[in-house]
């Protein structure tokens, strides 16, 4: 495997944790009995991403869409 930084400029100690959590991941993935079904991940999920209902357009919607709150 092989990783490449393409920008930044990491410390060895943050390269050292992103490889720690790709090898713990692909560890985990491989001991995984094979056929066994793979349970998506929930960042990925689209109820995550329509949580809530957003507002309905109206009259000052347009002060919504600039001022927070």
Do not use: F
Request: glycine letters at 8%; hydrophobic letters at 50%; proline letters at 16%.
């Amino acid at each position: 495997m092989v990783i490449k930084v393409v920008k930044g400029n990491p410390t060895p100690e943050e390269l050292a944790a992103a490889l720690a959590v790709v090898q713990a991941r692909a560890a985990a993935l491989a001991s995984a009995p094979p056929g066994a079904p793979r349970v998506p991940d929930a960042w990925s999920a689209p109820s995550r991403v329509a949580a809530h209902r957003l507002p309905q357009p109206g009259p000052a919607a347009w002060g919504r869409t600039y001022w927070p709150g």
